[in-house]
């Protein structure tokens, strides 16, 4: 599986960028328009696309419905759709499932390196797991101590 190495933030950012334009545009000509590669956007729709938000055909991207919904809401109604978006993806749910099993939901970073590894095939795990990081704490799911270097189950409000 790859996960797409993208932060909520550049995701929402293309979104944005992808409105502006009536809500579908082409990739390419979105890149360009950023003085960008085409690669350096693409972990940004791969996720834009994960989390259901585009589609994309024929080198255009499209939004969807729920990327309106995200771009139209308040900023507490759009934390809830970005938590319900990176909750449904897999590897989120594997590794929630895992914090939910252990005795005080907490993980430490080493072990949550391993399980990831073991999921995603790469020699930079590390910027992974700051990526999966960066989905969990923007929807509220996963937190990262870096004082005890330990992820753990953030509390609901």
Same mark, same amino acid.
């Not at 082409?26 to 994960?50: H, N, Q, T, V, Y």
């Not at 390196?113 to 797991?129: A, G, V």
């Given at each position: 599986?790859?996960?797409?190495?993208?932060?909520?933030? *550049?995701?929402?950012?293309?979104?944005? !960028?992808?409105?502006?334009?009536?809500?579908?545009?082409?990739?390419?000509?979105?890149?360009?328009? #950023?003085?960008?590669?085409?690669?350096?956007?693409?972990?940004?729709?791969?996720?834009? *696309?994960?989390?259901? #938000?585009?589609?994309?055909?024929?080198?255009?991207? *499209?939004?969807? *419905?729920? !990327?309106?919904?995200?771009?139209? !809401?308040?900023?507490?109604?759009?934390?809830?759709?970005?938590?319900?978006?990176? !909750?449904?993806?897999?590897?989120?749910?594997?590794?929630?499932?895992?914090?939910?099993?252990?005795?005080?939901?907490?993980?430490?970073?080493?072990?949550?390196?391993? #399980?990831?590894?073991?999921?995603?095939?790469? =020699?930079?795990?590390?910027?992974? #797991?700051?990526?999966?990081?960066?989905? =969990?704490?923007?929807?509220?799911?996963?937190?990262?101590?870096?004082?005890?270097?330990?992820?753990?189950?953030?509390?609901?409000?």
């Amino acid at each position: 599986m790859i996960f797409p190495k993208a932060t909520i933030s *550049e995701i929402t950012g293309l979104l944005e !960028a992808v409105n502006d334009e009536g809500g579908i545009e082409d990739a390419a000509r979105l890149a360009a328009d #950023f003085d960008l590669e085409l690669d350096e956007i693409l972990p940004s729709i791969d996720g834009a *696309e994960l989390l259901g #938000f585009a589609t994309v055909k024929d080198g255009n991207i *499209e939004l969807t *419905e729920d !990327a309106q919904k995200l771009l139209d !809401a308040g900023i507490r109604e759009r934390k809830k759709i970005i938590m319900d978006k990176v !909750a449904g993806v897999e590897i989120i749910k594997e590794l929630k499932n895992k914090l939910m099993e252990s005795d005080e939901h907490k993980m430490k970073k080493e072990d949550a390196l391993r #399980f990831l590894q073991k999921k995603i095939s790469t =020699t930079d795990i590390e910027s992974y #797991f700051k990526i999966i990081i960066n989905w =969990t704490r923007h929807g509220g799911l996963i937190g990262y101590n870096s004082d005890s270097e330990e992820i753990c189950l953030m509390s609901r409000e």
